[in-house]
């Protein structure tokens, strides 16, 4: 154990899904938490106010140096959950400013304030996709590659800040999560998966990726924030499915109808083409972008070995399982929004 409990946690990004999910894993396991917000960004609604209640909220941005040395004041660790997930065009010069520079002032703050730990949560675009249906593990090292996204150099660059803050002393773990699914904000990051499926979005395909319950990321990290562990990266990954059968069991789960148009490499470029036409007429983002039109048509395997071996008692839950409790999260908030 390299805190004391109950010790005094700073969490980045405490406002964002996963940010959020860590920060009640903290704060049902006896921690003191403090986290940053942002003037914009509202309380999320899905976590329980019992629980935002015992946080210490303090007004700041990872990218206002001030603000942020001013909350590592008197804390024993930090988990940094802040990051920018966009597939746009328009938002990579501020996805870039907040994934790197913003990491980059996390790290050297942490030196200088002697924090006794700093666990990034970064994600498995750092280390890169595969074409050809490749097992990834933590031992991949990063290519350059046109499936790689803008997103995913942009994670990658800021691992490379936090191995760089390794380099000069700080005790880091960094975990590596796939696709994240749960109960959140259906208008952001990976959540809106379940509102694409919803809304009755017609496109699926064949391509292959990893997915893992929110839950578990929250609290495979507080279980690493634990442990005595330095210098190691995990990849966090319930299982590997393919696109068609993710949106099959949302679609289930919301009682929708199914995709029912395969897309081809063709008719994907075709289709994230539509969309951005048809946004440009509604105002509001198409459902599909070019590159997770581009992602969608790839396989790649997560291989959790390593997180297993390390946390022997932690097992991941099944995506049929959280995919079922974020249906009914989502159904429910609609049905309240409703009444």
């Given at each position: ?312 008692d932690f097992t991941f839950t099944p995506l049929s399982t959280s995919i079922e409790n974020a249906c009914k999260g989502y159904l429910g908030s609609l049905q309240s929004r409703s009444q």
């Amino acid at each position: 154990m390299l805190i004391d409990k109950p010790g005094k946690i700073l969490v980045t990004g405490g406002t964002g899904f996963v940010g959020a999910y860590i920060i009640r894993e903290l704060i049902q396991k006896g921690y003191t938490v403090r986290a940053i917000r942002r003037d914009s960004h509202k309380s999320p609604f899905y976590i329980s106010s019992d629980i935002l209640n015992k946080v210490e909220w303090v007004p700041g941005d990872i990218l206002d140096i001030v603000s942020l040395e001013e909350a590592m004041k008197n804390i024993d660790a930090v988990v940094h959950a802040a990051a920018k997930v966009s597939f746009k065009k328009s938002d990579r010069a501020e996805m870039f400013r907040t994934n790197i520079e913003g990491t980059a002032n996390v790290v050297n703050l942490a030196l200088e304030a002697g924090i006794g730990k700093l666990v990034h949560i970064s994600s498995v675009a750092a280390l890169g996709r595969t074409k050809n249906g490749d097992t990834v593990t933590e031992e991949k090292k990063w290519e350059e590659s046109a499936t790689n996204t803008f997103y995913a150099l942009s994670k990658y660059h800021a691992e490379m800040e936090v191995w760089r803050g390794m380099g000069e002393g700080l005790n880091v773990t960094v975990v590596n999560p796939s696709t994240i699914l749960g109960y959140g904000d259906w208008n952001e990051s990976s959540s809106a998966i379940f509102k694409n499926v919803f809304n009755e979005f017609p496109w699926y395909t064949t391509g292959i990726n990893g997915f893992v319950d929110v839950e578990d990321v929250a609290r495979a990290t507080v279980l690493l924030l634990e442990a005595d562990i330095r210098g190691e990266r995990f990849i966090l990954n319930g299982d590997n499915w393919t696109f068609q059968q993710l949106f099959n069991e949302i679609a289930t789960g919301f009682q929708k109808r199914l995709p029912y148009r395969r897309a081809t490499p063709f008719l994907a470029a075709l289709a994230w083409r539509l969309e951005k036409i048809k946004s440009l007429f509604t105002g509001k983002p198409g459902l599909l972008s070019r590159e997770s039109a581009r992602i969608s048509q790839t396989k790649t395997y997560f291989n959790t070995a390593k997180i297993k071996k390390t946390l022997p008692d932690f097992t991941f839950t099944p995506l049929s399982t959280s995919i079922e409790n974020a249906c009914k999260g989502y159904l429910g908030s609609l049905q309240s929004r409703s009444q």
